[in-house]
């Protein structure tokens, strides 16, 4: 697919820009304005919505690589609930990030103090997962393969914008595409389905079913936790609705701001239950079987207060099942990424994992990724991060979810100069992933941008396991890792100018893509 995506004039960039737009406001495609493009004072009441940042046509991406992503997910779900179950292991990961990373310390203190007041009966845990991926050229026709960026283990986003984007692209490339002066005939693009709203949706109605009846007498629940003045509203009402409607009776949904936890939600004293009051429904309680975090992922929901962290720990010793728990967002740390795929003779993997084809599947996915510690390879990969040539080859990490937070290349010597030596055994060193060229048009509040992008593909998991079978398991047959709910859940493309570091929609970097297999 040489000529693909093809050259467009300028008139038909501006039919497509007008058609992709009003499909995107018509189908939810949207996020709130940002204040670069609406200030907040001219939209105090949030009725705005604008078409999120999309590219005209699908990316070009390698079907052996897609198909490897999707192929390898469901034992990276296994892999991350049997590491979330692996205290000793995230406590070794703790003390190796140290005191230089203050909300990593703050997290386990959560969980140190609901360990001592004990786990009460809730055993379950859901994953809403998502392992990134770029594809990885050694040279200009070599074969390309998959290499892991991070894994995602809360607030995965994206999954209710992306089966819209793929929807969008399907449409445009049978209503389009044929009509453009380099027609594309609708049977030419090799488009995948994706389901990543009712797959994400599939696994929190498996949590909700799986919490049993209420234990109150209430009806039950299921908490959407979410950030003040989220623009990426409309991501999120797409999982809302899609569980919503999942199955009869429908599932009550809600959705609470973070820094309202305390205000409208209290656990039960007899069996812990999470008891949640709608503000608008102050004589209806509901009992809560299953939180969805939205938020609590990242220093900034907390914001140095007290009481945020309070309201964390009351719905860590809750009975509700949890989507994460603590143990399984300190899980997804880059730490964690990082010991994985540090080459060794006692790779963990094969300790987490049910059979060594699946352990030799997810090692396949790994990039270098270094320690920043004083062990031997912690010193080589200091010396690799404070050289102004060697350097270019890679980018330095902390332990955070969200765009923007990464030091690439030419910037990461000057960077640690201004970081205590301390604080660095809190952040890795990766090895860059090198894409092949990719051209495409990308369309961002109303304007055309045209040129080469990087793309990055995303693959969703939903994962639900009970670390009490777990423990049985160990004791009779061995690995079993308690799953009672594990299936792959659709697909994220996200795609940036291949000028761009980043690559966070939300943040402003990138863009809403999809496939087309090549």
Request: proline share 6%; net charge negative.
């Amino acid at each position: 697919m040489a000529d693909y995506p093809p050259d467009i004039t300028a008139l038909e960039g501006a039919r497509l820009t007008e058609v992709a737009r009003d499909w995107a406001l018509a189908h939810g495609l949207t996020v709130r304005p940002p204040p670069a493009v609406v200030d907040a004072s001219a939209d105090p009441q949030s009725i705005l919505a604008t078409a999120v940042p999309v590219t005209l046509f699908p990316s070009p991406f390698p079907k052996v690589c897609f198909e490897q992503g999707v192929a390898v997910q469901r034992a990276y779900n296994e892999l991350y609930a049997a590491i979330s179950q692996d205290e000793a292991f995230l406590a070794q990961i703790v003390q190796e990030i140290g005191d230089s990373d203050d909300f990593i310390t703050e997290l386990w203190k959560v969980h140190l103090r609901v360990k001592e007041e004990g786990y009460v009966q809730q055993h379950k845990s859901l994953g809403l997962f998502r392992s990134d991926y770029m594809v990885h050229q050694d040279a200009p026709g070599s074969s390309p393969e998959i290499k892991q960026v991070e894994f995602n283990t809360i607030a995965s986003s994206f999954g209710g914008l992306s089966s819209q984007t793929s929807q969008l692209h399907k449409y445009l490339s049978s209503a389009e595409y044929p009509l453009l002066s380099q027609s594309i005939p609708s049977t030419h693009l090799s488009l995948p389905a994706n389901n990543s709203a009712t797959g994400l949706a599939a696994g929190l109605r498996a949590a909700f079913n799986a919490y049993g009846a209420s234990s109150t007498g209430h009806d039950k629940c299921v908490l959407f936790l979410v950030q003040d003045g989220e623009r990426n509203v409309f991501d999120q009402r797409h999982l809302e609705y899609a569980l919503h409607t999942s199955q009869t009776p429908a599932i009550p949904v809600f959705r609470l701001a973070f820094s309202a936890i305390q205000e409208h939600t209290r656990v039960a004293a007899a069996g812990r239950e999470l008891l949640y009051i709608p503000p608008q429904l102050p004589g209806h309680t509901f009992e809560v079987a299953a939180v969805y975090l939205r938020a609590g992922y990242g220093p900034g929901d907390y914001d140095g207060d007290a009481s945020s962290w309070e309201a964390r720990y009351l719905v860590e010793r809750s009975a509700a099942i949890k989507c994460p728990s603590v143990l399984t967002q300190i899980a997804g740390t880059k730490k964690v990424q990082q010991v994985l795929a540090t080459p060794g003779e006692h790779s963990p993997l094969t300790q987490y994992l049910s059979t060594d084809a699946d352990a030799l599947a997810v090692a396949r996915t790994f990039t270098n990724i270094f320690p920043l510690d004083t062990s031997a390879a912690g010193l080589r990969a200091r010396a690799l991060a404070t050289d102004s040539e060697e350097c270019q080859r890679y980018v330095l990490k902390p332990q955070r979810e969200g765009g923007g937070n990464n030091v690439y290349r030419g910037s990461i010597p000057g960077f640690l100069a201004r970081v205590p030596e301390a604080h660095w055994p809190s952040y890795i060193l990766m090895e860059l992933i090198t894409p092949p060229a990719v051209r495409n048009t990308i369309l961002r509040h109303g304007a055309l941008e045209h040129g080469g992008v990087i793309c990055e593909l995303g693959i969703y998991g939903a994962c639900l396991w009970d670390s009490r079978e777990n423990d049985e398991a160990k004791e009779g047959k061995g690995k079993g890792n308690g799953i009672l709910y594990n299936e792959q859940a659709g697909y994220l493309l996200r795609t940036k100018g291949d000028q761009s570091e980043e690559g966070g929609v939300a943040a402003g970097f990138g863009c809403m893509d999809s496939c087309a297999l090549v």
